[in-house]
């Protein structure tokens, strides 16, 4: 599967034989490749396109997502390939109509959520001796709300864990990045700081693949467990990149630890405003794309997963692999 990232204002996408053809402005010659090469385009610049286009992407299975790069969390997301098993979304209605399968299934996701928050922790921890104690607390925190959650009784006590424990995991990540950056705390539209704008960044595109995921295994991204049907949501994809944040969370430090990004690649429209510039986001792209491998692998095997929930699972599309599933934590 094949990700492409268009970040130039004025380029021009047009589809012939086959070919997605990409004329990118004042460049005499267009670039071009098969469509069926492609699985997921982002664009993050104003480009032109037409309805042909679109509808030929969205016969090719291309997920779209169209992205402002001044408001990354309000990303439109489209397409993409679609599994004709009916049957399986009706049970899946069904099966979240059940509210104690429900807080059951939002009990197994939790639980598996704050065991990647405390291995990252733990392993940061034997990386920064100098932050034991912060470390320590932390994960001394996120251990009581993980204990604690078997014995919650609803949807609501589990979130107001969840958010407890996000607390304590972000105090504890805050104390890993310089303090030139100015990363106090998780924040979001608009980002204040760079570390929270490559944060929200990664995590709409890391969305885009686990709504991907989720339609190609017939399933309905907008139906979750533990997160709330919503209006223009997807719920259910939202849930699976609560399992993946503790991963992306590393990787973005180590954008920053390895100097990957630097102050340069950053602009402030205003005070209370960080955004990636056009140089940040020509970095940021090819290395989200070689880091997304893992994350994609991921999401079709959680999407996998919760077909299986509903059984029947007989057909592999064409994002599938042949390795087992992998287990929530």
Same mark, same amino acid.
């Given at each position: 599967?094949?990700?492409?990232f268009?970040?130039?204002?004025?380029?021009?996408?047009?589809?012939?034989?086959?070919? &997605?053809?990409?004329?990118?402005p004042? #460049?005499?010659?267009?670039m071009?490749?098969p469509? %069926?090469q492609?699985?997921?385009?982002?664009?993050?610049?104003?480009v *032109?396109?037409?309805?042909?286009?679109?509808?030929?992407l969205?016969?090719?299975?291309?997920?779209?997502?169209?992205?402002?790069?001044?408001?990354?969390?309000?990303?439109?997301?489209?397409?993409?390939?679609?599994?004709?098993?009916?049957?399986?979304?009706?049970? @899946?209605?069904?099966?979240?109509?059940?509210s104690?399968?429900?807080l059951a299934?939002?009990?197994?996701?939790?639980?598996? %959520?704050?065991?990647t928050?405390?291995?990252?922790?733990?392993? @940061?921890?034997?990386?920064?001796?100098?932050?034991?104690?912060? /470390? #320590?607390v932390?994960?001394?925190?996120?251990?009581?709300?993980? @204990?604690?959650?078997?014995?919650?009784g609803? /949807?609501?006590?589990l979130?107001g864990?969840?958010?407890?424990?996000?607390?304590?995991?972000?105090?504890?990540?805050?104390k890993?990045v310089?303090p030139?950056?100015?990363?106090?705390?998780?924040?979001?539209?608009?980002?204040? *700081?760079?570390?929270?704008?490559v944060?929200s960044?990664?995590?709409?595109?890391?969305?885009?693949?686990?709504?991907?995921?989720?339609?190609?295994? +017939?399933?309905?991204?907008?139906?979750?467990? &533990? !997160?709330?049907?919503?209006?223009?949501?997807?719920?259910?994809?939202? *849930?699976l990149?609560?399992?993946?944040?503790?991963d992306?969370?590393r990787?973005? &430090?180590?954008?920053?630890?390895?100097?990957?990004?630097?102050?340069? !690649?950053?602009?402030?429209?205003?005070?209370? !405003?960080?955004?990636?510039?056009? *140089? +940040?986001?020509?970095?940021?792209?090819p290395?989200y794309?070689?880091?997304? %491998?893992q994350?994609? %692998?991921r999401?079709?095997?959680?999407?996998?997963?919760?077909a299986?929930?509903l059984?029947?699972?007989?057909?592999?599309?064409?994002?599938?692999?042949d390795?087992?599933?992998?287990?929530?934590?």
């Open positions: 599967m094949q990700s492409l268009i970040d130039r204002k004025g380029t021009t996408l047009d589809v012939s034989g086959g070919r &997605l053809i990409i004329r990118p004042d #460049t005499p010659r267009p071009s490749l469509v %069926k492609v699985r997921y385009l982002v664009l993050s610049a104003s *032109d396109l037409s309805s042909t286009v679109l509808l030929s969205n016969s090719a299975g291309i997920t779209l997502v169209i992205i402002n790069p001044r408001q990354p969390d309000g990303a439109m997301i489209c397409g993409g390939h679609r599994h004709g098993n009916i049957a399986r979304r009706i049970r @899946q209605y069904g099966l979240l109509q059940d104690g399968q429900r299934l939002a009990r197994q996701l939790l639980q598996a %959520k704050l065991r928050q405390y291995r990252a922790l733990a392993r @940061q921890r034997n990386r920064r001796p100098d932050l034991r104690h912060p /470390l #320590t932390a994960l001394r925190q996120i251990r009581e709300r993980w @204990q604690a959650i078997s014995e919650s609803s /949807l609501a006590s979130r864990l969840e958010g407890a424990a996000a607390a304590a995991y972000f105090a504890a990540i805050t890993l310089a030139a950056w100015g990363f106090t705390s998780r924040r979001r539209r608009p980002p204040p *700081d760079p570390v929270n704008a944060l960044l990664t995590y709409t595109l890391v969305h885009g693949e686990a709504v991907r995921a989720l339609m190609g295994h +017939g399933l309905d991204p907008g139906l979750g467990c &533990l !997160h709330d049907i919503d209006y223009n949501r997807e719920s259910l994809a939202c *849930d990149v609560e399992l993946l944040r503790a992306c969370d990787w973005v &430090l180590e954008l920053f630890r390895g100097q990957t990004l630097r102050q340069c !690649h950053f602009q402030q429209p205003d005070a209370n !405003h960080s955004m990636l510039n056009k *140089d +940040g986001r020509a970095i940021f792209y290395e794309q070689r880091a997304a %491998k994350w994609q %692998k999401c079709r095997n959680l999407a996998r997963q919760w299986a929930l059984g029947d699972i007989d057909e592999v599309n064409e994002d599938e692999d390795e087992p599933p992998l287990p929530y934590d």
